[in-house]
């Protein structure tokens, strides 16, 4: 008879840090600037407003478990076969059933010194073994990654561009990355942040996948689309493996409103357009005002910027953070991420833009 008094959770399940999201509020302030989350500061596209107000006639019903609107629509805006993608709440779900599926005890992930906090999350609770592999002046060294592969390695989980850093990695080398591993290795490109990438040596990991049968792209609704309340993601793969994910993943994942919500969203690329340039003018000026502080920003493609701070006491990244929450501006610590001394901004309004330039420009002026 088995001894214990109460339920156990397995091995592995109580060395898993929970996943603390960036802080929401500031006391005491009229008006806050959410500035830790990396959300949209224009919002959704007024068409998929419309779209999920229409969706609540249609409550009572259950939504399409094989998301075709959505589908159908991201394989049209993007050239893709629709049986080749995979809807589902959040791109977190899918990177989660990915680590279910491909990884059990004794196997290992590869991840990065600074890759997305919920991958290790994903590998411990799915039984498996994370192998971090540190990166170079904050971007990924794909020689690093390939020293780490092993006979028990199944997956690389990749995020490019990179989050908190804002870095890439250059098609040529997530090639190189992926033509040097065992077949039998899944190579993960998490590209949540894709579409606000203006170099041409960047390619988010289409091309890949189409060539290759252990290659997966994951994408997001939660930043340039403005969804992030309807939590949407998808993936697209080989059939293979979309197969086995659809095996085991919910049967109703995600929910009409937002199937319309975030087909209607996808088809507006004018909007996404205007999203991307307004980040792209933004991104610049704030990054060269917080540099002309003094600070160190390090260079992003991204609708966020990582901004290092002197280590010294009164100028250290806590304290710029408690001044810049009395004054309503939300940045996100990233201490976790192994940046003890740093804060993420995303590139917000003109006003949170603005705000914070301001607000930096007296904290770095105190004595």
């Known amino acids: 008879m088995n001894a214990t008094t109460k339920p156990v959770p397995r091995p592995g399940v109580m060395e898993i840090a929970a996943y603390v999201p960036g802080k929401e509020h500031a006391g005491g302030v009229a008006r806050v600037f959410k500035l830790s989350s990396n959300e949209t500061p224009l919002g959704p596209s007024p068409s998929a ?66 890759g997305f906090l919920l991958y290790r999350i994903q590998i411990l609770a799915a039984g498996g073994t994370p192998v971090t592999i540190p990166e170079t002046d904050r971007r990924v060294d794909v020689d690093a990654i390939l020293s780490a592969i092993t006979e028990r390695t199944k997956i690389v989980f990749l995020t490019n561009p990179g989050n908190p850093t804002g870095t890439y990695v250059p098609y040529a080398e997530i090639a190189r990355l ?140 806590s304290d710029a953070d408690a001044f810049l929450t009395q004054r309503g501006f939300v940045l996100r610590a990233v201490a976790s991420y192994g940046f003890p001394n740093a804060l993420r901004m995303t590139i917000g309004s003109e006003d949170a833009n603005t705000g914070v330039i301001a607000a930096l420009t007296e904290f770095m002026e105190r004595t």
């Not at 809807?87 to 005890?105: F, K, M, V």
């Not at 060539?211 to 340039?224: D, H, I, L, Q, S």
């Open 49 to 114: 407003i419309d779209a999920f107000q229409a969706a609540a006639g249609k409550l009572e019903l259950y939504p399409d478990g094989q998301a075709r609107v959505l589908r159908d629509a991201i394989a049209e805006v993007h050239g893709l076969n629709p049986a080749n993608i995979l809807c589902g709440n959040g791109s977190g779900e899918l990177l989660t059933l990915l680590a279910n599926i491909y990884l059990g005890p004794g196997d290992e992930a590869v991840i990065t010194e600074h």
């Open 178 to 317: 992926q033509a040097a591993l065992p077949p039998h290795v899944i190579l993960v490109l998490d590209a949540a942040y894709a579409e606000y990438v203006r170099r041409n040596d960047y390619e988010a990991g289409i091309a890949l996948v189409s060539a290759n049968r252990n290659v997966v792209m994951t994408r997001t609704f939660a930043k340039v689309y403005g969804l992030a309340a309807l939590r949407i993601g998808w993936i697209y793969g080989p059939s293979e493996i979309i197969d086995a994910m659809n095996r085991v993943r919910g049967p109703f994942n995600i929910n009409t409103p937002a199937l319309f919500a975030g087909a209607a969203a996808m088809r507006d690329q004018a909007h996404v357009a205007k999203a991307v340039e307004h980040n792209q003018v933004w991104l610049t000026r704030v990054s060269e005002a917080l540099t002309a502080l003094g600070l160190e920003v390090t260079p992003s493609v991204t609708n966020f910027i990582l901004i290092h701070f002197p280590d010294r006491d009164g100028k250290r990244a």
